[in-house]
Nanobody, 125 residues
Framework: QVQLVESGGGLVQAGGSLRLSCAAS????????MGWFRQAPGKEREFVAA????????STAESVKGRFTISRDNAKNTVYLQMNSLKPEDTAVYYC??????????????????WGQGTQVTVSS
């Protein structure tokens, strides 16, 4: 089992930037998929972005495409979410997650096996 811990959330003004980090403990594999999801109060959990640990595949939600970038540092066992041009609509708790397998279907939250505790991102207008 991989354990995940998110960090980097906070309060920023619209148009600002944040970088979220997700540190993974335990062994990771090239076939692992690392994903970012977010959830605002009263709303469903929403897919944001995902990446294969190998870096061979990436996916980004249309709502954040061109503004958010997912990346990973294998040596540090860490996945990042660089968030630029933040909007108030981006306000949510952001979670990282992982699933192990060869099937690439990163937008389906039920596929993920392990989740972090979440980090709050608040964007003021």
């Amino acid at each position: 089992q991989v354990q995940l811990v998110e960090s980097g959330g906070g309060l920023v003004q619209a148009g600002g930037s944040l970088r979220l980090s997700c540190a993974a403990s335990g062994r990771t594999f090239n076939s692992d998929t690392m994903g970012w999801f977010r959830q605002a109060p009263g709303k469903e959990r929403e897919f944001v972005a995902a990446i294969r640990w190998s870096g061979s595949s990436t996916s980004t939600a249309e709502s954040v495409k061109g503004r958010f970038t997912i990346s990973r540092d294998n040596a540090k066992n860490t996945v990042y979410l660089q968030m630029n041009s933040l909007k108030p609509e981006d306000t949510a708790v952001y979670y990282c997650a992982v699933y192990r397998g060869t099937i690439w279907f990163p937008t389906l939250s039920s596929r993920y096996n392990s989740w972090g505790q979440g980090t709050q991102v608040t964007v003021s207008s």
